[in-house]
């Protein structure tokens, strides 16, 4: 039988959402002092801020689209290494 915490656990992909956008947010989980985990596309001022936030945790959420397009394609490793450099502490990744 399976065992569960009743636990509900927060994720957001930020898929490039601009910093305004994604600042409601954070003010929105803040307020009623909830933690998340947001999962970066991309560097920004405030994913940069939010890796010291400390209820949220700062994933990495890689964008692989350039190996399903035309040209030279950048290659896996590539993408998830310029990523985890922008989020050097992160532990989590996730993609599509």
């Known amino acids: 039988m399976a065992s569960y915490d009743n636990e509900i656990y927060l994720t957001f992909d930020t ?4 910093d305004a956008v994604l600042r409601d947010t ?3 989980l803040d307020s009623r ?4 985990t947001v999962f970066a596309t991309h560097k920004s ?7 010291r936030h400390p209820r949220i945790e700062v994933g990495l959420h890689p964008n ?5 397009e ?3 394609p950048e290659g896996a490793e590539s993408i998830l290494v ?3 450099d922008a989020f050097p502490a992160a532990v ?3 993609s599509h």
């Open 33 to 36: 002092g909830v933690a998340a």
């Open 64 to 68: 692989f689209n350039a190996l399903l």
């Open 70 to 72: 035309d040209g030279p």
């Open 92 to 94: 989590s990744v996730r």
């Open 15 to 18: 898929d490039w959402a601009d």
């Open 45 to 51: 001022p405030l994913l940069s801020d939010l890796a």
């Open 26 to 28: 954070i003010d929105l």
């Open 82 to 84: 310029r990523i985890h």
